[in-house]
């Protein structure tokens, strides 16, 4: 039968895949077809999907034959009220799985706990994600399934890098976005990589090789310790300079830069005219934030007007990243400073 489909690199197809479980927008009836460096994922019709998620075509599909369960909820014996307040993502962390668990499910919450450890190929345990809070970004976790600690070796980008996420920040959806921008860095370039968490961003621009140097900062000091922890083991990384600071005492002395990375969505409005001042004239400043699509338009020119020097910036691109609910998304902006 003949659809609608998303087109991405094998590299994105577990992201991508999430998001569009998460939209409800990927055909469950039908195979998903794998080519040479490419998926494609059959869409549901009447799904809105982002330009810069992948290329939109129609192709040909086959009627899906699973070998086992092709969603973690077929394991789940329940009725369809239930089913429906089921989540339809979760995170996979190294061994570790995370799911947020809605209050009308918590009560069955060890159930969901052993779908997912016997769903997910590796899983050794499954964790109730109750967010992240306080300056250090820490996790609030709650072990429904499974056994050991809450440290792991994740893999993404050809790298290996030490995560444990009840002490310190870590999103497996951004492994594209840590790709994107260490692509994005010129040679001889110096980075600031602002509340860095675990470091992915650094540790992907400097087995980039192109950076000259590279300056990790974050509040947390374990995260810094995991960073200092992955980048031991790779030559390249000697390019990182890792330090635990708070952002407003690190950019009060800061050296201009020539790029800066700044990955605090929920936050990061209140320090960007900080860290903007750590950007060199004719520098570039990623930045992320949490943005309701109700009111996306217009947000980086507004974004770009309250940094200083005032009128100097201007907005290059923004795409989004990744669905954060069901009415906002996780907006990557670029920013380019004009020349002194």
């Known amino acids: 039968m003949i659809g609608r489909a998303l087109v991405v690199p094998r590299a994105r197809a577990e992201e991508v895949r999430r998001a569009l479980l998460e939209r409800a927008a990927l055909r469950t009836d039908v195979a998903i077809l794998r080519g040479e460096g490419t998926v494609t994922f059959p869409l549901r019709p009447d799904v809105p999907i982002p330009s810069d998620w992948g290329e939109v075509v129609e192709r040909t599909f086959s009627p899906h034959r699973p070998r086992g369960p092709g969603e973690f909820r077929e394991l789940l014996p329940w009725g369809p009220e239930l089913l429906a307040d089921l989540p339809r993502s979760f995170d996979v962390i190294g061994e570790i799985v995370l799911v947020r668990i809605p209050p009308s499910l918590e009560t069955r919450k060890e159930e969901i706990g052993e779908a997912l450890l016997r769903?997910?190929?590796?899983?050794?345990?499954?964790?109730?994600?109750?967010?992240?809070?306080?300056?250090?970004?820490?996790?609030?976790?709650?072990?429904?399934?499974?056994?050991?600690?809450?440290?792991?070796?994740?893999?993404?980008?050809r790298l290996e890098i030490e995560v444990d996420v009840e002490r310190?920040?870590?999103s497996p959806r951004l492994a594209r976005e840590h790709a994107l921008v260490a692509g994005a860095v010129a040679a001889g370039e110096r980075v600031y990589d602002l509340a860095c968490g675990v470091g992915p961003f650094s540790l992907t621009i400097a087995q980039g090789a192109r950076a000259r140097e590279i300056v990790a900062v974050d509040a947390n000091e374990e995260a810094i310790a995991l960073l200092r922890s992955s980048a031991a083991r790779y030559p390249f990384a000697s390019r990182i300079r890792a330090e635990r600071a708070r952002i407003e005492a690190f950019v009060e002395s800061a050296e201009p830069f020539e790029r800066a990375v700044f990955n605090l969505p929920r936050e990061g409005i209140k320090y960007a005219p900080l860290v903007a001042r750590a950007v060199a004239p004719g520098g570039r400043l990623h930045y992320y934030e949490v943005v309701p699509r109700a009111g996306a338009s217009g947000r980086a020119e507004l974004i770009a007007s309250a940094l200083p020097p005032r009128s100097a910036w201007r907005p290059v691109e923004s795409h989004s990243v990744h669905p954060?609910?069901?009415?906002?998304?996780?907006?990557?902006?670029?920013?380019?400073?004009?020349?002194?």
Request: overall charge positive.
């Open 119 to 157: 769903f997910v190929p590796g899983a050794r345990i499954v964790g109730w994600d109750r967010g992240v809070h306080g300056p250090e970004r820490r996790r609030s976790v709650e072990r429904i399934a499974g056994a050991g600690g809450w440290r792991t070796r994740h893999r993404e980008n």
């Open 168 to 170: 310190a920040y870590f």
């Open 324 to 340: 954060y609910s069901p009415s906002a998304d996780l907006v990557a902006f670029l920013f380019e400073r004009g020349p002194a």
